[in-house]
């Protein structure tokens, strides 16, 4: 099934001219927000949409590009939409996301004292495919970023990989290419340096000319436009843009 995706942005951690990368997914009556950073509400406010429109939150992991928008998603569905909308997420992330990101703004005694106040959280396997609604699947890949720290990539409709922020992994690209019919990958990419936490360029570039084609760049640098041509068959993922892929 083609899968209907919209980035709210495409910047990496520190970027300032293209928001966190967030992602919103698009099912017929249904809206799902994939990561939630700091930049989040206002970039969903440039494109016209409120809180109220989305259905879903699903957490890759919890740098504050990714979750630190979840505080005011979370007052917002409680205090001004009194709704509460499912939190996807790998169970491991759970606790962390609660005490280390969220208590400290949202605690009140009795009122929000658990982040199942102000989401319905809904753990998802690992491995296994489920679904989210009629039209979207989602498996989570376990995949590396920062020792310590869950991360968890993407497995979309059983065709697109989608990645959270990871080190290079080109066994997994391999295997969802050869044997899990992965037509589509959105991956991370730290344009210049060495890969610490994050999958590299010249990286991305060492993969076999066919399976880049089937690449988008996302979570790039300010300084993207120096590399428009220095990408191969790779294109960048542009934010706003509605892709059917
Ligand atoms: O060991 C570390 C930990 C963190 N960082 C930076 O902090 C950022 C946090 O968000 P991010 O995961 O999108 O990107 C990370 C990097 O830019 C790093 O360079 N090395
Ligand atoms: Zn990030
Ligand atoms: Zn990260």
Same mark, same amino acid.
């Given at each position: 099934?083609?899968?209907?995706?919209?980035?709210?942005?495409?910047?990496?951690?520190?970027?300032?001219?293209?928001?966190?990368?967030?992602?919103?997914?698009?099912?017929?009556?249904?809206?799902?927000?994939?990561?939630? $950073?700091?930049?989040?509400?206002?970039?969903?406010?440039?494109?016209?949409?409120?809180?109220?429109?989305?259905?879903?939150?699903?957490? #890759?992991?919890?740098?504050?590009?990714?979750?630190?928008?979840?505080?005011?998603?979370?007052?917002?569905?409680?205090?001004?939409?009194?709704?509460?909308?499912?939190?996807?997420?790998?169970? &491991?992330?759970?606790? &962390?996301?609660?005490?280390?990101?969220?208590?400290?703004?949202?605690?009140?005694?009795?009122?929000?004292?658990?982040?199942?106040?102000?989401?319905?959280?809904?753990?998802?396997?690992?491995?296994?495919?489920?679904?989210?609604?009629?039209?979207?699947?989602?498996?989570?890949?376990? #995949?590396?970023?920062?020792?310590?720290?869950?991360?968890?990539?993407?497995?979309?409709?059983?065709? !697109? +990989?989608?990645?959270?922020?990871?080190?290079?992994?080109?066994?997994?690209?391999?295997?969802?290419?050869?044997?899990?019919?992965?037509?589509?990958?959105?991956?991370?990419?730290?344009?210049? $340096?060495?890969?610490? !936490?994050?999958?590299?360029?010249?990286?991305?570039?060492?993969?076999?000319?066919?399976?880049?084609?089937?690449?988008?760049?996302?979570?790039?640098?300010?300084?993207?436009?120096?590399?428009?041509?220095?990408?191969?068959?790779?294109? +960048?993922?542009?934010?706003?843009?509605?892709?059917?892929?």
């Amino acid at each position: 099934m083609t899968l209907k995706l919209q980035m709210l942005g495409t910047g990496s951690a520190f970027s300032r001219k293209y928001f966190n990368n967030n992602a919103l997914i698009f099912d017929e009556n249904f809206t799902l927000m994939v990561d939630c $950073g700091v930049t989040a509400p206002t970039a969903l406010h440039q494109l016209g949409r409120s809180w109220d429109s989305i259905d879903a939150v699903l957490i #890759t992991h919890t740098h504050a590009d990714h979750v630190g928008g979840l505080e005011e998603l979370a007052f917002q569905m409680k205090m001004r939409y009194q709704r509460k909308i499912p939190l996807y997420l790998a169970e &491991p992330l759970a606790g &962390p996301l609660w005490e280390h990101t969220l208590k400290g703004g949202l605690y009140q005694e009795k009122y929000i004292e658990s982040l199942e106040d102000v989401f319905t959280v809904i753990p998802l396997p690992v491995g296994t495919p489920a679904d989210l609604s009629p039209g979207i699947t989602v498996e989570l890949i376990h #995949t590396r970023h920062i020792p310590g720290r869950d991360s968890y990539s993407l497995y979309l409709n059983g065709r !697109v +990989f989608y990645s959270a922020d990871m080190t290079f992994d080109p066994q997994l690209l391999h295997q969802l290419v050869t044997e899990r019919r992965c037509d589509t990958i959105l991956h991370e990419c730290q344009l210049e $340096g060495e890969g610490q !936490v994050h999958t590299t360029l010249s990286e991305l570039l060492s993969l076999p000319e066919e399976l880049q084609s089937n690449i988008h760049l996302m979570h790039y640098a300010d300084n993207m436009e120096q590399f428009r041509n220095s990408t191969g068959p790779m294109k +960048f993922l542009e934010q706003h843009r509605v892709y059917e892929l």
